[in-house]
């Protein structure tokens, strides 16, 4: 019965990290596919991860490289704008998400197959049921949209000068076919073949950082519910210690010794919190970079809106709904996990502690205090992430664009 019980655990959870676990195959990589044997699956995977690292890395270098090559001109603003320096951003992210996954997969790999342990599969309760089934739900409607808009948002951009081009045919102009993204190339990329392979190179260039963020971000956004979820329904256990169910269906309070289901419950509750701090552990890095670029990219990318690129226009729009849903989702899911966290402690409170012997509320007590210690994610540990977080990215953007505005219109 426990190997039934842990293997449809693994079944479920493996489950809604099914689109997590497509992107992060594209990258070589895996926290739910079995390790590579031979050393044909060895060398597949190596050159998948090599592929992924080597296009992000080399299309990020490149922006920035662009970049300082028209700082060294003394461009105007307009132009330095329309170089898509929130594209720039976005890579960095992307970029950073990439070697995380790499550095961690280890750590990823064991708090995926540990989660199965404490996964509730077979649940009595109404309320956790209830519980289980909408986080569930919620959980596979915030995926397919997210998954569904960044990928709409980066084929926009991959397309347009393709669409920009045959409709300049057909109406007889003259045109070239342009470039999806502003790279700085050390060669000259207008020629012949170079052309084609050089548009080739960005488009794939730009679907693998796309993979690389959504690979981590759906890992974040899946584990994140997950100690969301069975948070909210440890606490349904806690509410519910001693007591027992009579003939007539009504709760009476249990005055018997229920020490062995306090320690079941404080179990759960320690290994959720370690889950969480492995999952703060590998993201605080990235949570930084993501808060930091985030403002610039909302800023960057609003500008160019409003006063430039209007061919763009409508990628450009993708690439902001997608950014502000990334960093919201972030910040909302970073904030479930801390309210929960500490909501355990009012389920202590509200539970029947007052009908226990002293060794149960000796034992409750160390974990109401335990419980009162939040569980948040951070920035490198300068600030928690929450959703104030999330309203201080967007107050900063908009301080940044009324900077920008302002510089525009004196020129």
């Not at 229920?258 to 703060?280: M, T």
């Not at 402690?345 to 009162?372: G, H, I, K, T």
């Not at 939040?374 to 300068?382: R, S």
């Amino acid at each position: 019965m426990p190997e039934d019980r842990t293997l449809i655990a693994k079944k479920e959870i493996y489950g809604t990290l099914r689109s997590c676990n497509f992107f992060i195959r594209r990258i070589g990589l895996s926290f739910v596919d079995k390790i590579p044997n031979s050393y044909l699956q060895k060398i597949s995977v190596a050159a998948s991860f090599i592929t992924a690292l080597s296009l992000v890395s080399h299309k990020t270098i490149s922006e920035y490289a662009y970049i300082v090559y028209l700082l060294a001109k003394s461009v105007t603003l307009e132009k330095l704008m329309g170089s898509y320096l929130h594209i720039a951003g976005y890579d960095t992210i992307s970029f950073g998400k990439l070697l995380t996954i790499w550095y961690k997969k280890n750590t990823f790999r064991r708090v995926v197959n540990d989660l199965a342990d404490i996964w509730p599969v077979y649940e009595k309760n109404p309320e956790a049921v209830a519980i289980k089934n909408k986080c569930l739900s919620t959980l596979r409607t915030r995926q397919t949209l997210y998954v569904s808009w960044t990928i709409l948002g980066v084929w926009l951009y991959n397309l347009t000068p393709v669409a920009l081009h045959l409709y300049r045919l057909a109406k007889e102009i003259p045109s070239d076919l342009g470039f999806v993204w502003q790279l700085y190339y050390p060669f000259d990329k207008t020629k012949p073949i170079v052309h084609e392979f050089v548009y080739v190179f960005e488009t794939v260039a730009g679907l693998y950082s796309v993979c690389c963020m959504l690979s981590s971000d759906v890992f974040f956004m899946t584990m994140s519910s997950h100690i969301t979820m069975m948070l909210q329904i440890l606490q349904v256990k806690i509410k519910t210690l001693g007591v027992a169910e009579s003939a007539d269906g009504k709760n009476i309070g249990g005055l018997q010794n229920c020490y062995d289901e306090i320690i079941d419950v404080i179990n759960i509750h320690q290994k959720l919190i370690r889950y969480g701090n492995d999952l703060e552990d590998a993201f605080s890095v990235v949570n930084l970079i993501n808060i930091l670029l985030s403002s610039v990219n909302i800023c960057c990318v609003m500008f160019s809106i409003i006063f430039l690129e209007p061919l763009m226009e409508m990628g450009n729009k993708f690439f902001i709904v997608a950014v502000l849903t990334q960093m919201g989702m972030v910040c909302s899911y970073a904030d479930d996990i801390y309210r929960e966290s500490v909501s355990v402690s009012d389920a202590v409170f509200e539970s029947e502690w007052y009908n226990f012997n002293p060794r149960c509320q000796r034992a409750l007590l160390l974990m109401l205090q335990r419980s009162q210690k939040p569980l948040y994610f951070t920035a490198m540990k300068f600030s928690s992430i929450t959703l104030n977080t999330y309203r201080s990215v967007l107050t900063t953007s908009y301080s940044y664009f009324t900077l920008l505005y302002t510089s525009y219109r004196r020129h």
